[in-house]
């Protein structure tokens, strides 16, 4: 009997200690996880709004996204883990995407660290028209550090939401103005002030890329093509219109997918650089052409 009233007592004692310990533990983690939240800085966000550009893949499983922001800066967006299909900020890296990005400035230095985000608007529609699409695809290629200007994004914004909701003419002039901006801003804007030859005023017949400008009747080479005159002042105009001009534009001049290839080629010319996306573009145009004419020979038959 006093064997098992010692067993009982030695076994209450061995709880009773076990009991103190655990609760010892339990409070030196609390102590420890105070301290360590004194100690640590607060992982504080800050915020940044702007248009998607596009996203090209890191690593395995991450993205950088380009972001144009409503300053008219250009920001890459480092996010981790994007490409993985249960991503929560997948969304946030879909072109024609309007987004707010949360970022950790801790994290950040050439790169913007991403928290997380919402996606205010997208444009999706764009992706319904193949020549649409591939306009805002060249735009995007164009778009460096060194060719943003003021009012860049509002133009990118205009020309999204008029591809979106199908207003042809409307995009043709946002991204022929879009592309005669960041000419200016590239340093070779067309001389439109007359023949860049011989300097007469009259007779302009041709605009030379190789010459820098327009070319009069007179000093017009054999190879070189007459333009149009409402063609030479509808681009004169362009060149020439500010900011709050573009309703005077849209009313008195129509664009087409011609004026802003002409542009694209001018870009590629003085900057003897080659893009994939414009050679695409033109490849659209042609076969658009081809069904164009057979269905007006077609209509003959």
């Known amino acids: 009997m006093i064997k098992v009233y010692l067993l009982n007592r030695s076994a209450n004692k061995s709880a009773r200690l076990a009991k103190i310990v655990r609760k010892g533990v339990e409070k030196m983690n609390k102590d420890h996880k105070q301290l360590t939240s004194q100690n640590e800085p607060e992982l504080k966000e800050d915020e940044v709004s702007g248009l998607v550009l596009g996203c090209s893949d890191y690593k395995e499983a991450d993205g950088i996204i380009r972001l144009l922001t409503r300053e008219d800066r250009l920001l890459s967006v480092y996010a981790r883990g994007i490409q993985k299909e249960k991503s929560k900020n997948r969304r946030l890296a879909l072109p024609f995407s309007k987004v707010r990005l949360s970022y950790l400035p801790q994290y950040s230095n050439s790169l913007l660290y991403l928290s997380r985000g919402s996606c205010e608007d997208y444009a999706h529609h764009i992706n319904d028209d193949l020549i649409n699409q591939s306009i805002c695809f060249v735009i995007r290629d164009l778009i460096t550090e060194d060719t943003l200007y003021k009012g860049l994004y509002q133009n ?11 207003r ?3 995009g043709y002039l946002f991204s022929c103005l879009i592309a005669s901006n960041l000419i200016k801003t590239m340093g070779i804007e067309p001389n439109f002030d007359g023949c860049v030859i011989c300097g007469r005023t009259d007779h302009l017949v041709s605009l030379s890329r190789e010459e820098g400008g327009l070319i009069c009747s007179e000093c017009k080479r054999d190879d070189l093509l007459l333009v149009p005159v409402i063609r ?5 105009a362009l060149f020439k219109a500010r900011q709050e001009n573009v309703p005077v534009l849209h009313q008195n001049f129509e664009y087409d997918l011609a004026d802003f290839l002409f542009l694209c080629s001018w ?5 003897d650089r080659s893009y994939s996306s414009i050679r695409f573009l033109e490849t659209i145009q042609s076969m658009e052409q081809k069904k164009n004419r057979r269905d007006k020979k077609d209509q003959k038959n």
Not at 156 to 166: E, I, P
């Open 232 to 236: 030479l002042r509808k681009l004169r």
């Open 156 to 166: 990118v914004y205009h020309l999204w939401q008029s591809f979106n909701k199908n």
């Open 267 to 271: 870009i590629e010319y003085h900057n």
């Open 168 to 170: 042809k003419r409307e």
